[in-house]
């Protein structure tokens, strides 16, 4: 039975899922963050201990999700030596949500199994406002029966809760949501740009666009913000870069050339050239609008 939940990587979207599990009635017990202060205020906020290592994280929960930043990072946390997750884990469940390579599940799934563990993917394709109220759309991927023991903690944070396979494979699907949508973005930016050079009434623009084969959920998420520039981060231009390259390393492993994903990496990782890594991916149309960055 899982009774204590712990969480390593309390950003926005980590802190505002322990959040939603607290209101769930959940007993969180444990936070730690590479940023001890992120850990110590969640930690107030939410009436449970901020680990100065991650071994304690193992030591006071059953459950622990991570939610760390690249595969480093996931490496990092279940290493095989030093401080680690991996230590004292016998029975422990760790739902892993970062989007990292589908490989690097494989290899901490591995990890986890040599010390009595068992880790899963939970691939998240939603934000912030989704993590805290429980309404992520999670994939997830690995041993099937352990999936089923965390269904119920699962289920509070997911309106949309799926299992997609063995290890490595919610990973896969994940890498494909982000790459289509990071090719829909940019390719949004340089349509509502080239209508901004045209001279185009870009309101009138995205309504057209909205009625016809150019929709999108970008369109819904991003167009409007692209037209006025307001970039407040939901999921950053790093991410996207990030992303996209993972989903065309995977293209490049398979034996596939993916034009349009080398050209999105590229525009993603222009941004970050340009100091702009860290404005949400609609922040893109910085690029391909006259008279902005570019």
């Not at 959040?19 to 730690?32: A, E, N």
């Not at 304690?56 to 279940?78: G, H, M, P, R, Y």
Request: glycine share 10%.
């Amino acid at each position: 039975m899982i009774e204590r939940i712990g969480f390593v990587g309390v950003g926005r979207m980590g802190a505002n899922m322990a959040r939603r599990l607290k209101d769930c009635g959940r007993t969180i017990t444990v936070v730690h963050d590479v940023h001890a202060p992120a850990a110590a205020e969640l930690a107030r906020e939410l009436g449970c201990r901020a680990a100065t290592c991650l071994a304690e994280v193992t030591a006071e929960a059953d459950l622990i999700f991570t939610v760390v930043t690249d595969d480093a990072a996931q490496l990092a946390v279940f290493a095989e030596s030093g401080d680690s997750l991996l230590a004292g884990a016998q029975g422990r469940v760790f739902v892993n949500c970062a989007t990292i390579t589908p490989a690097v599940h494989v290899e901490v799934g591995r990890r986890a199994r040599a010390a009595g563990a068992v880790s899963l993917e939970g691939c998240m394709a939603s934000s912030i406002p989704q993590a805290r109220n429980g309404t992520l759309y999670l994939m997830c991927g690995g041993d099937r029966a352990a999936f089923e023991r965390v269904r119920p903690v699962l289920e509070q944070l997911s309106s949309a809760l799926r299992y997609i396979g063995s290890a490595g494979q919610a990973a896969q699907v994940k890498a494909l949501v982000n790459l289509v949508m990071n090719i829909n973005t940019a390719g949004l930016a340089e349509g509502l740009g080239l209508g901004h050079a045209l001279g185009l009434d870009l309101a009138m623009l995205r309504e057209v666009f909205a009625q016809t084969g150019a929709n999108s959920q970008v369109l819904k998420t991003d167009g409007e913000d692209m037209q006025h520039r307001a970039h407040e981060c939901f999921f950053s231009a790093a991410h996207a870069a990030k992303d996209t390259t993972i989903a065309w390393q995977l293209g490049r492993d398979a034996g596939l050339e993916l034009p349009l994903a080398a050209a999105t990496k590229a525009q993603f990782e222009r941004m970050q050239a340009l100091g702009l890594g860290q404005l949400d991916k609609s922040g893109v149309a910085e690029l391909t609008f006259k008279g902005r960055h570019a």
